[in-house]
């Protein structure tokens, strides 16, 4: 399946008062700075986009300047202060001209944070798309059009959209009113849920700018509420959410516990409460899978989320080197051992259930014992680190947690 990219970079940014094209954001390994172009023309080619069409307009000359840096030739839109639908225009224009026979994804310069797991699972339903229709055609000799496929968070239209180039002559035709929206009217249309809610931040105004720039850096982690949704999308059933938001919860009270310690300390606090939760409530998101907790972390590298996936593959054993300071990784670890389902248990008593249960088998209970003495080192460690008994910690927070349940179920 072939596809293109048209990246909308002919704004006059009348708010924003410069070309969003050149703003600067960290979209490089490691935090490096490049421009929003840069960084989206970058991602499409990682993504094995074929074509990139770059339009330009208004602040031309720094646009295509920047094109030009790419090893691409931008086109430019003759009327941009017509709006984004002209931009749209002349980017159909150049791709029918050049012959091309595909998908498009259209992308505004000014939503430059969009994840490559969403350009990935647009692309994969589009072939879906297309070998549906080609099942129909050989069982009837006909099929429905192709349809333009939305990336949606939780119910929330964002970009980019895909569209099928057949729809190219529609897009041409249309006089402009309401936009790509209104001359896609009446086109068959297809949601694709995506647990990303970069396809929602766009950048109009200083006030954005700021905010993704700060987001971008944050891009290789799920923030909850988006790991909240890959629950939802991975159709973990009730009694693994329940387990899954228990030891989110955990997780994250403890990591608040050791970010106040570390700063009273005057050290750099090194953990985030929103990543321990959003750890804890992935961890089991493959239960039922063979090595349930390797297939969660490649599951996790699959959608270029690295950083989550460290956080979820060990969580059944893992062993800290005494000069390597306590993460994230660690507290959703201990977070889990606290947990039977949504209820708090000591670690004596989790592990002693299992060496009552495996009682019969000498060398399973002598792997047992020695995940607990690990567990008990952890949990030592971090007590002495945060003041106080991480078992409590734990406990309190899930008896809190319980309660407001209680209150937003009554």
Known sequence: METAVIVLAAGMASRMGAAKALLSLPLLPGGGRCSALRGLVKQ???AGVQQVVIVSGFHADVVEGEATALGLKAVRNPDPQQGMFSSVQTGVAALTQSGFDGYFFVQPVDVPLV?????RALCEAA??????REAERAVSGKAAAL?????AFDGQEGHPPLVPMHLAPRIMAHNGQNGLRGALEGAPLCHVPVPDVMILEDMDTPDDYARLRFLALERHMLLPVEAEYLLHLQHVPEKGLRHARAVGTVACCLAEALAHAREIEGYDAGVDPRWALAGGLLHDICKGQPRHEAAAGELLRGLDLPGMARLVQDHRDLTLPGDEPITERELVYLADKYCYGGSFVPLERRFGNKLEAYAQDAAACEAIRGRLGRAKELEERLAREIG???ALVAERALKRNCGAAQVNAA
């Open 44 to 46: 499409y080619r990682a």
């Open 115 to 119: 994840r490559p797991l969403t350009l």
């Open 127 to 132: 072939g879906q798309e297309e070998a549906g």
């Open 147 to 151: 349809p333009v496929l939305i990336p």
């Open 388 to 390: 106080r008994d991480p």
